[in-house]
């Protein structure tokens, strides 16, 4: 599937799951309702339903589909960029450093921008971390695509280890619980508040993915035909390792840490619309969008309690990728 097809494809999951997202809870809204609410003309819907949809459902929704579109694009990018389909925010340890900045920042009791904050300087140095390992490391003759999953495992271990040290010490009463939660992943309580704090960075990344894609794409190449063609590619890949890390730090500072989503969702939009880099990464962050807005309507939808979302899109794209793996097997 290729070209208009494949963007019509995407663009209908996104809206089923939209339309899915609102008609699901106490006060469920209609297409009817929704476009009444989003054209002004809101006097003609249900008072209750209509002030849920502004302070709950309205900011989860477009909650869940910045944090979907932001993991998704970033996990094509780093795919593209080292040229391994098993890159992603978390194997090469964006997430990790992220999930540590913001456990820390919740330690220290820093309001959600220096969260935030934290969470950017964690992704930012567990990405130069693991690149100076795998460097470090890697032998003449050894797979640097190898090293370089190896040391993200590596990194990440350690950065899980800092974690339990954090949770050890932090008050039991109040940060510990919100710590706790927080690593489980979860849009419950996310508010337009913490949405308007967390787009503008989120949005930033992958602005910066879009505009990059083109040049992203030549990266595919390998590193001596990039240079051949003038392509400044340590750069490039800085500015996209920036981006990426930008944007995944802002999300994970929104909803915790939300796995899977950043690995997935990549091969799932290449089988959709084919490998080139300048066409996969929007077309990932649309899929993304939608596939995370499935899994937190589910989230709120299928039980009493309501499930966190890092345990849904692990036991979804488990699955998933075992059979987008078996659908890539030549015959």
Excluded: C
């Excluded at 494809?9 to 297409?31: H, K, Q, W």
């Excluded at 194997?91 to 921008?113: D, K, M, R």
């Excluded at 340590?234 to 890390?245: D, F, M, P």
Aim: hydrophobic fraction near 60%.
């Amino acid at each position: 599937m290729r070209g208009g097809l494949a963007w019509a494809v995407a663009l209908a999951a996104l809206a089923a799951a939209v339309l899915g997202a609102l008609s699901v809870g106490r006060f469920p809204i209609s297409a009817t309702e929704f476009w009444l609410l989003v054209t002004g003309r809101g006097d003609a819907v249900n008072p209750a339903a209509a002030a849920v949809f502004w302070n709950i459902r309205g900011p989860r929704v477009l909650s869940a589909m910045l944090v979907g579109a932001a993991l998704a694009g970033a996990g094509a990018a780093f795919q593209a960029m080292f040229r391994n389909p098993l890159a992603s925010p978390d194997l090469l340890g964006v997430s990790a450093g992220a999930s540590l900045g913001a456990v820390a920042g919740i330690f220290l009791g820093l309001p959600i921008a220096g969260v935030q904050g934290a969470a950017f300087a964690g992704g930012i140095a567990a990405v130069a971390g693991v690149g100076a390992l795998a460097r470090a490391v890697r032998d003449e003759g050894g797979d640097p695509l190898l090293v370089l999953v190896l040391a993200g495992v590596a990194l990440g271990a350690l950065v899980g280890a800092v974690i339990s040290l954090l949770k050890v010490f932090a008050d039991p009463y109040n940060q510990l619980p919100a710590i706790t939660f927080w690593l489980l992943g979860t849009l419950s309580g996310v508010n337009a508040g913490d949405l308007m704090a967390a787009a503008p960075p989120a949005l930033l990344g992958l602005l910066v993915l879009v505009l990059l894609r083109w040049r992203i794409n030549l990266l595919t190449l390998g590193e001596d035909e990039a240079r051949a063609l003038g392509v400044p590619t340590a750069r490039l890949r800085a500015a996209a390792i920036a981006g990426a890390t930008l944007a995944t730090a802002a999300v994970t500072a929104l909803a915790g840490a939300v796995g899977w989503i950043g690995l997935v969702v990549p091969h799932a939009a290449r089988l959709l619309g084919g490998p080139e880099t300048a066409r996969l990464i929007p077309l990932s962050m649309l899929l993304g969008a939608a596939f995370l807005l499935g899994v937190d309507t589910l989230a709120r939808g299928a039980a009493r309690t309501e499930v966190p979302l890092g345990i849904l899109t692990a036991a979804l794209g488990t699955p998933l990728f075992l059979y987008l793996l078996a659908r890539r097997r030549p015959a």
